[in-house]
């Protein structure tokens, strides 16, 4: 859904500005605030102590100024950073002023999430592209998270590490990082103009803030000037990730298996993934919700091999051509991605299923100019009785506060026959407001078989309009509200479904939050209406509690849905997570999940989760060691994946081997 209206009194944005002017003291020159940043060398390496000094962090590598986000009002609480580099490393440092009393700072680990403590998070694209971003987080702990472009997996020797580290401060908190270039996929040195932006995220206010406002647009980040860009020397390294495991099931007697996971970079840009005999059964699984829906749903994907380079494989938006899900299992993979030109990517995979089927997507993007995006894709299911093409060409532009699109896709499946589906649309966006129409066409052909498309067979339009309101004083942290319409008909002519949908919600400075919607349509012939509501209190992540409750009418028959979902940390090293879901609709369906886990150190824990669904029981236990360098091992009781528990037990270890070439 997008924004709606939007009005503040011109006395609060008077007032904004006057508190920071007066947080900023002396240090509110324009130079300060502005995001062309000339690039600094590091005259001293800074010592990773969490320590920020004048000696360490010249003057002119700092700036102040942050701004919400989502509404382009400036923060009430100053917080400052610097940035400096040399051959080796990106140096990072971030400072707040705030009552430390409130900084959550939970997580302590390496590359984890980060997001529900007290963060700042540095993005840079090393190839001033506007969609190939790297981001680094780090909290008060020194805690870190990593999200290179393009995605990757979990596993140290893979994704890399940084150095953090931070404190608690008499008048808030400060952090320090050392990123190195090598850590990233780095274009040719010279001197060049990078792209950066850093976000800052306040648990007081349970609100995100960024240097500089960009109306989620990449092509307006600051830019990084004159950056040194060094000479990278990726080594010529061949990460082999063998695994092995043993066990014992009931029924089936002994368990043994055993596979590889390969990666090398193919250029300083281009990474190649491989994996034979993939575990995909010791992969914990995604779990619906029992929400009621017309149309297919699919999980999370949370397989390593797949999340590789995910963000290169662009085959549609909440459509697309491939849907990982779509390939439950197979022998052999390849996975190819990264940057082939100044202005292009690639991402391609296969998979052989020997026997049974091949599955390929290839997907390019190209910027010829930062605001315009072009994305080519194309994927094919190689199977007996079931082949099946499918290709698409996307035009993508942002021209300031607006933006246009348009997307074609075709389908060429031996059963279904050939089809198509073309939408093109336009929004607008400026500060917490923004808008959108939509025109949409799919023939009753149109069938992607490794993708997900749940609707075919009709055109029509959809608009939205949705407004989000931070206030800068008052009970209220935010509020949003927002509408969306949408009408649909069949490609005769008949009449397919439309629908009027709408929300307002709420959080308060006291981190209670809790909102209301509702949604009116008419879905072939049956008039079905549902109002939503839901209420919570969480301060952070890792404790709060939320309950929501829905009713309404499908297809004549009525609907309630009450859920309950609780998370709670009642150690420093315990976390727990509950849900309960209770539904009627034509018969009574629930879901009950728990899951635990505790941390022994910083590499090592014991966790489980119990699913019972509509009488049906599945739980596990497991120890795990891992995300350091080295050896993994993972000790588990039952299966993850199953629907009912499984009397097994299975010693599973991986041991990363690298071999130079």
Known sequence: MMPLWRRLPLATLFLVAATFTNAQGTQSS?????????AVLAKTKPTIDGKVTPEEWPEEARRIGFV??????????????????????????????????????????????????????????????????NGFSTNSNGATAIGLAGGRAAKTEWLGEIVANGRLTDTGWECEMQIPWAIM??????????????YWFRTNKQNTYTFKYSRNDSTLF????NVQVPAVVQSRTLNLLPYGFAGVQEGSGLLANAGLDFKTGLTNQLNLVGT????????????????????????????????EGANFLRTGFSNRLFASQRIPTFDAGINVYGQIAPTATIGALTTVDFGNRRATAISTVINPVPNDRWEIAYVENDESGRNNQAGMLNFLQNTGKFNWYSTNQFTNDQVQGSGWRTNWGGGYQDGGFSTGVEYLNISADYFPRLGFAPERDLQGYIASANQEVTPAYGPLNSYSIGLVGLT????????????????????????????????????????????????????DPYRGINLNYSFGEFSGISYDNISLSWRYKPANR????????????????????????????????????????????NWYLSYRLSGKRGAEY???????RANVFQNRLVLKAVVPIAIKY
């Open 68 to 133: 919400d986000a989502d509404t382009n009002l400036t923060s009430d609480e100053f917080a400052e950073f610097w940035i400096t580099y040399d051959e080796t490393y990106i140096y990072f440092a971030g400072r707040v002023k705030t009552d430390p009393r409130k900084v959550i700072r939970d997580e302590y680990r390496q590359n984890v999430s980060v997001g529900g403590n007290d963060n700042f998070t540095f993005q840079v694209s090393t190839t001033g592209q506007p969609n190939n971003f």
């Open 185 to 198: 996929n780095v274009s040719s040195p010279g001197v060049r103009d990078l792209r950066f932006n850093v």
């Open 276 to 307: 034979i005999n993939p575990d995909f059964r010791n992969v914990e699984s995604s779990i619906l919700s029992l929400d009621f829906s017309y149309f297919e749903r699919l999980a999370n994907e949370n397989r390593p091999f797949f999340q």
């Open 222 to 225: 600051p830019t990084w000037k």
């Open 30 to 38: 324009s130079d300060l605030t502005s995001p062309n940043f000339p």
């Open 574 to 617: 315990i976390q727990i997570n509950g849900s309960s879901e209770f539904v009627d609709f034509d018969g009574h369906m629930t879901q009950h999940i728990l899951a635990a886990r505790y941390d022994i150190g910083r590499y090592e824990s014991v966790g489980g989760r119990l699913v019972l669904q509509d009488g049906d029981i």
């Open 488 to 539: 649909y008909d069949r490609l005769d002519g008949s009449f397919y479904r439309n629908a009027i949908e709408g929300f307002f919600d709420a959080s308060t400075r006291s981190h209670i939050g809790g909102g209301i919607g509702f949604s009116f349509s008419n879905f072939e012939g049956s008039s079905d209406r549902v109002i939503n509501s839901g209420i919570g209190y969480g301060p």
């Open 634 to 640: 993972f000790l588990l009781i039952g299966d993850p």
